[in-house]
């Protein structure tokens, strides 16, 4: 199976304004003649005024605009692409993924072991400054370029969650730290645990390492977790082979765009002895699982070959294509959208588990820097679940700190639920 190394993305770009550089000119503004350009570009030509803007710059804006028209993944009316293009004109790592959602940075997921992660950043923070300065007219690239400095340099993040009475500050210290995409421990009770932080180069290679281990190990090897819980996404093709490491066969996922060529379907191998693909099964989302993560959780729950716990996932799933510009720039255009087998769209929709099992809450009683404070406390004491050896047993205490990973292994154990069986296919 061939895969183009492609990277899942959320969100649209109809900015064009500020994503190309360019103004709007005021009303009846002269476009050169262009019979590629469709529709709306095409008609802005009698709707523009003369400007001090080049015709070169205006052709620019056109292209953008005929791209969107004939290849953004959703029709888009004349209306929808010219408001959006004055927005854009107007206004429009410390190991985080960051999206622009409802006009707000917000946190899809902070990146376990890193300095975002140890600052208690959580999925769905609202970032509303950056060292003070307020993100509503800045691009998702300048609030990056802000976010990222050199190591040990520090960025206060003031930040908006559901529950916090006011924003609050969070100085986080940056930081160079070497992640693992893949780390794993097992229960005494034949049952294996993994957790996938996100989709990189060689994140199935890992995962085969770990399964590998635990079938040796684990005799018999009664159940899996896979965990998914705060992983942003990553690499498509690793969301395949990932995806195929648990399935037989069928439909992984498939892509749909305006484009015959943006449409894709991914499959499982068939007839590969070395898979873990009938070892009872139970993947753990959350509000931070997006993208890549959101396929394979998608993937297994449509294939009826593992039970979902957990919260909705984020809903981070399209397909953005670099197009080059006349003039040397480029447009990022979302040219498709990601659908799991059953048909479902993941972009904006988000994974909905079997099982719903809210993660436990943060003390309220206490003020977030002493949260803060006991989160880098354990995790410099390596308190963490996957801080120890893989082969040394999950304890009760620590399934007992995890409401969504305890629910998961007390499904193994009394496999197959009675009340979700119809959510399971038969096991050969």
């Known amino acids: 199976m061939m895969l183009r190394k492609s990277w899942l993305w959320g969100g649209a ?19 050169g003649q262009n019979p590629v350009l469709p529709g709306v570009a095409r008609g802005l030509q009698s709707s523009l005024s003369p400007s001090p803007i080049s015709d070169a710059k ?5 292209q953008a605009l005929a791209l969107i028209e004939e290849q953004y993944a959703e029709p888009k009316t004349t209306k929808d692409l010219v408001y959006g293009a004055i927005q854009g004109t107007l206004g429009t790592g410390i190991g985080i993924e960051i999206a622009l959602k409802d006009r707000v940075f917000t946190v899809v997921s902070p990146i376990e072991g890193t300095p975002a992660y140890q600052g208690g950043l959580k999925p769905g923070d609202q970032i509303i400054k950056i060292n003070g300065s307020p993100t509503k007219n800045i691009t998702l690239m300048e609030a990056v370029k802000m976010i990222r400095g050199p190591k040990g ?10 529950g916090f009475q006011q924003p609050k500050d969070i100085v986080i210290t940056r930081e160079i730290i070497p992640i693992r995409s893949v780390k794993a421990r097992i229960l005494d009770d034949g049952i294996g645990y993994v957790r996938v932080t996100h989709f990189q180069d060689k994140t199935d290679h890992d995962l085969q390492a770990y399964l590998k281990k635990m079938k040796q190990r684990l005799v018999p090897f009664k159940g899996l ?6 992983d942003p996404g990553g690499l498509l093709e690793q969301a395949v082979r990932v995806s195929d490491e648990f399935l037989k066969s069928g439909l992984i996922v498939y892509t749909e765009g305006r484009n015959r060529n943006q449409n894709m379907r991914f499959f499982a191998r ?24 959101e396929i394979v959780a998608g993937a297994l729950k449509d294939q ?29 255009l979302t040219t498709a959208l990601y659908f799991t087998p059953s048909g ?41 679940l996957t801080d120890k050896p893989w082969n040394q047993p999950i304890t009760q205490e620590e399934l007992d700190k995890d409401p969504q990973l305890k629910k998961a292994v ?10 979700l069986a119809q959510h399971l296919a038969p096991q050969s």
């Open 225 to 230: 977790v896979l965990d998914l819980r705060n």
């Open 153 to 162: 340099s520090k960025v206060t993040l003031t930040i908006n969650r559901e």
């Open 270 to 293: 068939t007839g590969q002895e070395d898979k873990v693909a009938s070892v009872p099964m139970v993947v753990l989302i959350n509000e931070g699982s997006a993208s890549a993560s």
């Open 13 to 31: 770009a109809l900015a064009l304004g500020l994503a190309l550089g360019c103004s709007l000119a005021g009303p009846g503004a002269v476009f």
């Open 410 to 419: 007390e499904m193994l154990r009394n496999w197959p639920p009675k009340n």
């Open 304 to 332: 009826k070959r593992a039970l979902i716990v957990g919260t909705k996932s984020f809903g981070k799933g399209s397909v953005q294509t670099i197009i080059p510009l006349e003039d040397g720039s480029a447009l990022r």
């Open 344 to 384: 479902v769209t993941i972009n904006e929709k988000g994974i909905h588990p079997d099982v719903v099992v809210e993660d436990k809450p943060l003390a309220t009683d206490k003020p977030l820097q002493k949260l803060r404070d006991e989160l880098l406390s354990q995790h410099m004491r390596r308190e963490g």
């Open 58 to 62: 205006l052709k620019v804006f056109a």
